[in-house]
């Protein structure tokens, strides 16, 4: 949908702020609540800061291409030197998932400050795979993090980084809209204005939905 408004950006992106001091932020709410929209605002708006960006597809349940598709995303020296001699990631080889973590976490730990985002991370169902990136979530050195998009909520270990305030969320409540950017998102397609119980009945029967207010 049409990115927010001037105000309702400054105010999304003022909710993701607070994540960079924390080890996980995740974004969670159905399709059309701008998810990755508000994403792309945030980190256009941390030019100073290190950003990879990575969206999931359904291939990455595959454990190769998962290791492959995140190495690429953070330019990860984890990557095999001779390509010749395909490693057991590359092949699927599950059991060596753990090596792979610890090899990820040892290139972090050189990283300048980095916020890893990985949209649509939803489309990942690997248990396997799910366990593993909890891990490295769980390690990454203080100056990572790790921001998720998601449809439904993530099957992390998410309770520890709640306890340890480790954790921001920003669910749909938090990312439907208001009244005036309803109104100003009414605005730009339509070039007229609605009255205001008009657009309070419309957020009303929405809840805010981006694309439910959209004419």
């Known amino acids: ?30 399709p059309g609540y701008g998810k990755t929209v508000l994403l792309s605002q945030w980190a256009a708006a ?8 990575l969206t999931l597809e359904p291939d ?10 995140l190495r690429a995303a953070l330019g990860s020296s984890t990557a095999p030197s001779d390509q010749t001699t395909p490693s057991p990631l590359d092949m699927g080889d599950e059991e060596n998932l753990p090596a792979f973590v610890a090899e990820l976490l040892s290139d972090l730990e050189r990283s300048p400050p980095t916020t890893v985002m990985l949209d649509d991370f939803h489309v990942l169902s690997n248990p396997t795979l799910v366990d ?3 891990t490295l979530v ?3 050195p203080p100056w990572i993090h790790v921001v998720l998009a998601t449809r439904v909520d993530p099957p992390l270990r998410s309770h520890r980084f709640r306890l340890s305030d480790a954790l921001v969320e920003l669910r749909q ?14 605005r730009r397609p339509a070039g007229r204005d609605l009255t205001a119980p008009h657009i309070d009945a419309l957020v009303a029967r929405t809840g805010g939905w981006a694309v439910g207010v959209q004419p």
């Not at 927010?4 to 995740?26: E, N």
């Open 1 to 30: 949908h049409a990115p927010a408004s001037a105000s309702g950006r400054d105010r999304l992106v003022s909710l993701l702020d607070p994540g960079v001091q924390r080890r996980l932020t995740i974004v969670v709410a159905p």
């Open 46 to 53: 941390q030019p100073r800061r290190r950003v990879r960006w």
């Open 60 to 69: 990455d349940n595959d454990v190769g291409h998962f290791a492959r598709h």
């Open 132 to 134: 593993a990136f909890s």
């Open 138 to 140: 769980e390690h990454v």
């Open 173 to 186: 409540e938090d990312l439907a809209f208001e009244h005036v950017e309803a109104a100003q998102g009414i």
